[in-house]
């Protein structure tokens, strides 16, 4: 799919996409033609109104039958108000369209390529710059609302300009009208030329956008690692640098693209002036008209001086091309986890998961998880640890069909996961990890995020469960303190005790705790650990822990080790064992150090 996008014209993609504004850009187009038509009128009023006085009975009204000269300037005022008038209506109308549909498709276009973005797989993301993706979803789609505000438009009524003067030159002087003819095709051949020149240029422009907003989005979110190492002279370098690298390459377009139009009106001035001689000589040998001598005079500039514009329309023309390809492309991706076609409710959910010899490797090769079974009981606790490495957070990602498996299969109530819609698979399992991301925005917000219709004692209800309603009510404005970017204002703890109720307040029949209380202090994950007792009665909880001593009353604790199982059994059992997991418990607990130091 996306190869075959590449191969057509990013033009021709555009259109594609906009078939579905087809009837508003046909009212659009047709108030650009009937505009510009009315605009090119006034030459010709002016030409009549010379007519009149060279020729007065003998003029075109004349002829018509209206031989009062008074009547004549009476009719030709009347005319030219309506000409006026109507110009004047399709101006504001063809302006309110463009604007207006250039506005929508921008909306369209942004919440269209935000949504799809979200529902590409995990794996997609960890090859993806932020900055990247926020260039394309916000600057691109902008630079693509400004070639439709105003280039699209521009183009029309050139396109009608040469169309509608070039037909009033052949029914005037058909002898002389092919002079103004004759740069046209230079100004084509011209266009084509720049546009190969330029494209590549604009296409660099935008990548660079990409990495100027990549290496923005980085800085501000490690602002703290920055400050305390006090690089922040290193960082606005690395920035000056590319900013730097952007100004070059849109220094490099600029003096391409400004080169068009001074060249374009050398083509231009040739053709004024064949007309304005050949078309002079013929007035003087009384083989044209005076009135339609004036005609082809300001005719020509209105044909011609408009295609000097050209330059700037091909500039928002490359531009908007660029930024096409990048949207384009972003939404021609495909996710490679497709969604299945069972429906399983949240309420229907009993908790029982299985992997089945399962295999897996990520996207660069590497193999993570060996042929591994796992069987989850449906209401019990497990714990699943190891060193670092292991392969226990893949294991949560497959759970929660992050990724495909390789081989095997992960099983929830018997059903394959590749069954089942993704949407059930996560409302089903609520995940409290050690990577707490909370929202900009309000305590309140941040605990109902997965339900937002939760009433505020709904929410209350799942902060005292979490043991985090204490020191809400202590924050300045309570439930609705607003804790700032990644909740920054909040400690560890506390951005770890809403994780907690935010997963409470979904009531999952599955909870998963990836080292939920690896990052914090004693007395902290005291009370976790006691809201956590509460919280996994009656659900299906899956422990992922360092801290040994968190899950030593699991009723099943699977140990990894290099992506496979090396032991299972309860703590007890593991001890009486005497293999990795006693190994890491007396490391852990010091019996270690105390028998070394006691010899």
Do not use: C
């Amino acid at each position: 799919m996306k190869s075959k996008h590449k191969q057509r014209h990013p033009f021709a993609r555009l259109l594609n996409y906009a078939s579905v504004y087809k009837r508003r850009v046909a009212w659009a187009t047709s108030f650009s033609v009937l505009g510009k038509l009315f605009d090119i009128m006034p030459p010709v009023l002016i030409g009549m109104a010379v007519d009149i006085v060279v020729e007065r009975q003998n003029s075109l009204l004349g002829r018509w039958g209206v031989a009062d000269l008074s009547l004549q300037l009476i009719i030709l005022g009347v005319v030219t108000l309506i000409v006026w008038l109507l110009e004047s209506v399709f101006g504001y109308l063809q302006r309110v369209y463009w604007r207006n549909l250039a506005q929508s498709m921008q909306h369209d276009l942004r919440v269209e390529a935000y949504d799809h973005v979200q529902r590409l797989e995990l794996g997609y993301f960890e090859d993806q710059s932020t900055g990247g993706l926020m260039s394309v979803l916000n600057d691109d789609i902008n630079q693509l609302e400004r070639f439709l505000d105003i280039g699209a438009n521009d183009v029309i009524q050139i396109l009608t300009t040469v169309i509608a003067i070039g037909g009033i030159f052949v029914f005037i002087a058909p002898s002389v009208a092919w002079m103004a003819a004759v740069p046209i095709p230079f100004i084509i051949w011209g266009s084509l030329k720049f546009q190969k020149l330029l494209a590549p240029l604009y296409i660099s422009v935008r990548e660079q956008v990409s990495v100027i907003n990549h290496h923005l989005s980085n800085s501000l979110s490690g602002i703290a690692t920055i400050k305390s190492f006090t690089a922040e002279d290193f960082e606005a370098e690395r920035l000056r640098f590319e900013s730097n690298e952007y100004l070059e390459r849109n220094r490099r377009a600029i003096r391409w693209g400004s080169a068009f139009t001074p060249l374009i009106r050398m083509v231009i001035v040739t053709g004024f002036i064949a007309i304005t001689v050949a078309g002079g000589k013929l007035a003087l040998d009384g083989l044209l008209e005076i009135g339609a001598y004036s005609v082809l005079i300001f005719m020509t500039q209105r044909l011609l001086w408009p295609l000097t514009r050209l330059g700037e329309t091909f500039d928002l023309y490359q531009r908007a091309m660029a930024s096409t390809i990048r949207i384009l492309d972003l939404l021609g991706i495909k996710s490679s986890i497709n969604d299945g076609d069972i429906h399983l409710p949240t309420a229907q959910v009993r908790g029982q998961m299985r992997l089945d010899q399962v295999e897996f490797a990520y996207s660069d090769g590497r193999e993570v998880i060996r042929n591994l079974s796992l069987d989850i009981p449906a209401g019990d606790t497990i714990a699943i640890v190891g060193a670092t490495g292991a392969g226990k957070s893949t294991v949560i990602k497959l759970l929660l069909r992050y990724y495909d498996v390789t081989a095997g299969r992960v099983l929830l109530d018997g059903f394959d996961l590749r069954e089942l819609r993704q949407e059930d698979i996560r409302r089903a399992i609520g995940l409290v990890s050690q990577d707490v991301f909370l929202f900009h925005g309000a305590v309140r917000e941040n605990i109902a995020y997965g339900d937002p219709e939760a009433s505020l004692e709904l929410v209350i209800e799942a902060a005292k469960v979490a043991e985090a309603h204490e020191f809400i009510s202590e924050l300045p404005d309570g439930y609705d303190t607003v804790v700032g970017e990644r909740g920054q204002k909040l400690s560890g703890g506390q951005r770890q005790r809403l994780s907690i109720a935010r997963a409470v307040l979904t009531d999952p029949p599955i909870l998963i705790l990836d080292e939920a209380t690896s990052s914090v202090d004693n007395e902290t994950e005291a009370a976790i650990q006691r809201s956590l007792e509460r919280i996994v009665v009656g659900r299906t909880t899956i422990v992922i822990a360092h801290r040994l001593s968190t899950v030593r009353n699991a009723d099943m604790i699977y140990v990894l080790q290099d992506g496979q199982l090396l032991e299972n059994g309860h703590h007890q059992d593991l001890l009486r064992l005497d293999g990795l997991y006693a190994s890491l418990w007396r490391v852990q607990t010091g019996e270690l150090v105390l028998a070394g130091a006691a010899r």
